[in-house]
């Protein structure tokens, strides 16, 4: 196992763990201001395709351990820029997630995806995919997710 993913899932523990053992729902002013921040990448740069304002949300120096999208914050932007396809931002989320947890730095948020079964493509199955991030100093500094290495484009 990496160290980063270990790391990530020492993270994972530790934020899990902290937000059992105090009352969930009960956040800091920084914590809820953490979040606020967090949830403008997860809902408004990515699901609303926003892009524009991840220089405002995302850190330039932005570590990124999904090993599909480039590190750093212009690494994001040639990542999403191509793919976002802005929409009018709503207040509520295009794919709720289905839980959300923060903890000091750290937001957690797990989404509940559905798939075309490999095994059969006329069947989909249910599986949970998450994504965390790190804010510091009013940006989001880190990300990690569930993301594997994509094949080459046009290849397998």
Known sequence: MKLSTKLMAA???????AMLAQNVGKLSPQEQKNQDV?????KDILQYGHIELA????????????PNVPTGRDGFLKFFGPRAKPEPIKDEWKNKPALILTSGDLVFYLFDRTAKD??????????????????????????WDTAKKAPPQGGR
């Open 11 to 17: 993270s994972v523990a530790t934020l899990v763990g």
């Open 38 to 42: 967090a949830t403008k990448e997860m």
């Open 118 to 143: 490999p095994a059969d493509p006329s069947k989909t199955y249910n599986y949970n995919w998450f994504d965390m991030v790190r804010v510091d100093n009013g940006q989001i500094q880190e990300h």
């Open 55 to 66: 220089e405002q949300y995302i850190a330039p120096i932005y570590i990124q351990h999904n």
